[in-house]
Every structure is written in C-alpha cells, then in structure tokens.
C-alpha cells in the first residue's frame, strides 16, 4: 500500500506531537519542519501529498512560503492548509493561494474534514 505523506510546517511543539501520533496511526508518514529555510528544497526532497503551513513560521513566514510554493511548477499543485490563530486566517488564505485554512486551535475532527478533500485514504 503507498501511504500518503504530510509535511508539517509547525513550530508549536504540543501540536506537532499530536499530530504525528495521530497521523502515523492512520498510516501517514509524516514529516515536519520548524522553519521555512529553503522551502522548496524541503518541499522537492519529501515530494508530499499535502502540506500543513503555520502562517508564523521563521524566517519568512507562511503566507511567502505559500506563495513560493505555489508559483513552483513542479509544486503548485500540492494542496496547502495555512493554519493560524488570527482570527483572518481566511484573508491569509485567500492572499496567498493556500487551498483551505485552518483556524487555531482546532478540531482533529476539522482537521480530518479538509484532509479527506484531498487524500485518497480517508
């Protein structure tokens, strides 16, 4: 069976920890990082099926990481969830091109609704 791979972009360490547990669980595999330095080369090396994105992720932030990302060619089309606990998480999105958003704190329930969009074992 191919498992689908998430890529977390996250430096709250108590939402990283759930997360994976919850997600290997599932049979994710599950990666994560705790800054946006050379975003694309960390994008290219897991080659996920779907990125989690923190808007406040150093050095660059999540909106510009977004952005790099999705004016990629080989990238664009990996769909992108910006999580955040600003309250316009949505504008973020929308300013961006992420393909849904996530508003901080949140459901593992919410969570598991947006992922079932787009991967193919939920």
């Known amino acids: ?9 996250e430096d709250d360490q108590y939402i990283t920890d ?7 669980k599932r049979g994710f595999i599950t ?6 330095l050379e975003i694309i080369s960390q994008v290219k090396n897991i080659n ?3 990125i ?5 992720l150093p050095p660059i932030g ?11 060619l080989d990238l664009c089309d990996i769909p992108i ?3 955040s606990g600003k309250q316009n998480v949505r504008e973020m999105k929308l300013s961006c091109g992420a393909d849904e958003y996530l508003l901080k704190p949140f459901s593992l329930q919410h969570l598991y ?8 074992s939920i």
Do not use: Q, R, W
Not at 18 to 24: G, R, T, V, W
């Open 1 to 9: 069976m191919n498992k689908e791979k998430i890529l977390i972009f």
């Open 18 to 24: 759930i997360l994976k547990l919850d997600f290997e």
């Open 31 to 36: 990666h994560f990082s705790i800054t946006s």
């Open 48 to 50: 996920p099926d779907l």
């Open 52 to 56: 989690i994105m923190n808007n406040y």
């Open 62 to 72: 999540g909106i510009s990481a977004v952005k790099i990302l999705k004016t990629d």
């Open 81 to 83: 969830i910006l999580s």
């Open 113 to 120: 609704k947006l992922l079932s969009k787009y991967l193919k």
